[in-house]
């Protein structure tokens, strides 16, 4: 069975662009969540989404936005990105309303801001 | 504010030589405790959930345990394979929000 994957792999942007990370859950899985990863830095809850709507939002700047589509698959949004923002944006899936249990991660798109 | 703290931050073992990496949290109302493990540049393999105090599980050479305040990742007699940083997470509620720790990083050499 396919796991969760993210397109792209690694993309390199300039200061004050706009970027979309796509992601798309394992088969059967309803909620996607995204994190950003900063190295040497645990994972950082960015968004979670269950069936289209909004279910979480961490402590990140309204320069993030996502949405998830009826396919269950998602999009995460970073405009005019800082250098700050490069980092691994990691994907997970989960079964629905399942909060405690586990979270399925992607690969991750590596994101470096020049 | 959930907090998840990890220690130690690096561990060198030998082949064989058997050890645990701690994680203890500050949560209200822990629903859930994962363990995951992360190679370079990749994401994060699921291993473990623990649901409740005095709940272990195993797999392969790793071992999982939890308490009130903290959980354990016990490594029995080690491989090389077994390098990686592994990483605590807790979830409370109803959302699928994880609060991560920092992770361990754990080489195994020969």
């Known amino acids: 069975d396919a796991g969760v994957t993210q397109s792209p792999t690694h993309l390199i942007k300039t200061r004050g662009q706009q970027v979309t990370l796509r992601c798309s859950p394992i088969?059967?899985?309803?909620?996607v969540s995204w994190y950003q990863q900063v190295l040497g830095q645990g994972p950082q809850f960015i968004f979670q989404y269950y069936e289209k709507e909004e279910r979480g939002r961490g402590n990140f700047p309204d320069r993030f936005s996502a949405r998830q589509f009826p396919n269950y698959s998602s999009e995460l949004n970073v405009n005019a990105l800082l250098l700050g923002d490069s980092a691994l944006y990691l994907c997970?899936?989960?079964?629905?309303?399942?909060?405690?249990?586990?979270?399925?991660f992607g690969p991750g798109t590596r994101l470096t801001v020049t | 504010e959930d907090q998840v703290t990890q220690s130690p931050e690096a561990l060198r073992l030998q082949e064989g030589e058997s050890s645990s990496l701690n994680c203890s949290y500050t949560?209200?109302?822990?629903?859930?405790l994962f363990w995951y493990r992360q190679d370079p540049g990749k994401g994060p393999e699921f291993l473990f959930t623990?649901?409740?105090a005095g709940e272990e599980k195993e797999k392969e050479r790793l071992k999982a345990t939890l308490t009130k305040k903290e959980s354990f990742l016990h490594i029995t007699a080690p491989k090389p394979e077994d390098s990686a940083t592994y990483l605590c997470a807790a979830t409370t509620g109803t959302a699928s929000k994880l609060t991560f720790g920092t992770g361990t990083r754990l080489q195994v050499t020969l």
């Open positions: 997970a899936s989960s079964f629905p309303g399942a909060g405690s249990v586990g979270q399925y």
């Open positions: 088969s059967g899985h309803k909620s």
């Open positions: 949560v209200s109302g822990l629903r859930g």
């Open positions: 623990l649901y409740s």
